[in-house]
């Protein structure tokens, strides 16, 4: 009589560690999976502090305070996200804190620093072009120049970050 076949599960806790992961690695790269974060409504939260950044003009300095806090919630959870599945994935400490720095680090330089900054700076500069106009103008026009600007930054920044990372923190962790 021979052995039974192994199911699928038994097999799975046979394979070494790095397969699984490179099998895991395999599956995120070729299967369309959603990531919450970046593939549906919640990326937005990463874009509050620009909105907050467009408003300025119009809000309570404690407003656009609010709106940084919520985007830093947002790089903090997605942060969070990524290095427990890759924990639970079975990474090592080393390798799922090397994850989380690199969401970490990512995020706020895409989602917060560089598009918060470029916003202020248009918002600014419309204002300050425009400040020979009415008050009324002064204030509202600069705004919804920063809000239309928002979509116009997001891949550029989004690219420029990425090619930042892999000349600077990624090559340096490999």
């Known amino acids: 009589m021979t052995d039974p076949e192994p199911t699928m599960e038994a097999k799975s806790t046979m394979q070494p560690l790095d397969e699984k992961l490179e099998e895991q690695v395999h599956k995120q790269l070729h299967t369309k999976e959603v990531d919450i974060y970046r593939d549906t409504f919640l990326r937005y939260m990463g874009y509050s502090n620009e909105v907050g950044e467009a ?3 119009l809000l309570p300095k404690s407003i656009v305070a609010a709106s940084y806090g919520m985007a830093i919630g947002y790089v903090c959870t997605d942060t969070f996200d990524k290095a427990l599945r890759h924990q639970m994935a079975g990474g090592t400490d080393r390798q799922v804190a090397l994850v989380g720095a690199d969401v970490f680090t990512w995020q706020m330089f895409a989602s917060v620093i ?3 900054l470029t916003i202020n700076r248009i918002t600014a500069v419309s204002k300050t072009l425009l400040k020979k106009s009415p008050s009324f103008v002064v204030k509202t026009l600069p705004t919804l120049i920063g809000l239309i600007s928002i979509p116009l930054i997001v891949h550029p920044i989004d690219s420029l ?11 340096m962790v490999r």
């Open 161 to 171: 970050v990425d090619r930042l990372m892999d000349a600077t923190y990624r090559k």
């Open 55 to 57: 408003f300025r003009p």
């Open 114 to 116: 560089i598009p918060g």
